[in-house]
């Protein structure tokens, strides 16, 4: 494994970040990290990279605890905190030049690696200027540069696309795509449009305690266990109302939607689709539409944490 989280805790004073949590990563493998704000994301990921020591439990990162080999765990991973450390006041190539030298880089492997970098992500034209003179982001793309400038096995990532305009959010996400195609990387983010481009899988976590972990693909059945209900769309040439629709058997709720249609709450949409349509032809309704809407990936978050997005 390349990440191994075996029941870890992590306290501050009377209150605990981090709850027994268990989880593995595969080599290889892009996971997402999600959860509302405090949930534990952050304290995790700054355990992962040796920042923060744990309570109890244990972490491994290609095999090395890290309470026990942090210098060793330091040199397999790559880290992008939320708020990105970059000295403004250096060149970029100068930047990672140092960098390079805190990872105790040999001259010429240090050439080649700040050559690599400035390649992968772009940056050749921007080398020679100060990082406070550059858009927020291409300092992302130095951020993640340097993240990767001694060739770690594991890269972890804290809301890399924070702060960024469409453009460039689409940029960092290629970018991130690209280098996870030998990485093993683990970012957390409140996007969810990133979880569906980017991850294999997600680990939701909420209260310090994980509470689903699954392929993005299946996110919708463990959402099902917390809100077994399905919601229908309707939309009709005549004049219907909500109380003529919350009369249909099998109608839990009823909401009105946008261009005058209607979402109802059903636990069964195979049964309720069937109903709606004997209902509305007893009633001489003309039917325009009659659609399952699926569970969005931010209804799927609140679903399973019973808030909405964030980061912590």
């Known amino acids: ?6 029941n870890l805790t992590k306290t501050f004073g009377r209150q605990k970040a981090l709850d027994n949590i268990s989880f593995d ?87 080649d690696s ?17 990082i406070g003179a550059l858009s927020k982001g291409y300092r992302q793309r130095v951020g993640l540069a340097q993240a990767l400038i001694h060739d770690p096995k594991v890269l972890i990532l804290d809301e890399p696309t924070t702060g960024l305009d469409p453009n460039q959010i689409t940029e960092i996400r290629n970018l991130i795509r690209d280098v996870s195609r030998e990485k093993t990387v683990l970012f957390s983010t409140h996007i969810m449009q990133e979880v569906q481009a980017l991850c294999q899988r997600v680990v939701i976590i909420d209260n310090g305690t994980i509470v689903t972990d699954k392929p993005v693909d ?22 219907v109302t909500k109380e003529q629709l919350s009369n249909i058997e099998g109608v839990v709720e009823v909401t009105e939607d946008v261009d005058g249609g209607f979402l109802l709450l059903t636990p069964d949409p195979q049964d309720i689709r069937a109903t709606i349509f004997h209902h ?33």
């Not at 700040?114 to 200027?129: A, T």
């Open 1 to 6: 494994m390349s990440i191994a989280v075996k």
């Open 25 to 111: 990563i595969k080599k290889g493998e892009i996971v997402g990290f999600l959860g509302p704000n405090g949930a534990g994301k952050s304290t995790t990921m700054k355990i992962a990279t040796c920042y923060l020591p744990p309570t109890s439990g244990s972490l491994e990162v290609c095999g090395l605890e890290v309470t026990v080999h942090p210098l060793e765990v330091r040199h397999q991973i790559g880290y992008l905190p939320e708020h990105n450390p970059l000295y403004l006041d250096m060149y970029v190539h100068e930047y990672l030049e140092f960098i390079g030298h805190l990872h105790q880089l040999k001259r010429k492997f240090l050439r």
């Open 114 to 130: 700040v050559r690599r970098v400035v390649d992968m992500f772009g940056l050749k034209k921007e080398q020679n200027k100060l």
């Open 218 to 239: 299946q996110l919708k059945d463990a959402a099902g266990t917390k809100n077994p209900y399905y919601t229908v769309r309707v939309s009709f040439e005549n004049k």
């Open 280 to 312: 509305a032809v007893a009633q001489h309704w003309t039917l325009v539409e009659l659609t399952e809407k699926s569970h969005s990936l931010e209804q799927i978050f609140k679903d399973l944490t019973g808030k909405g997005g964030g980061g912590d």
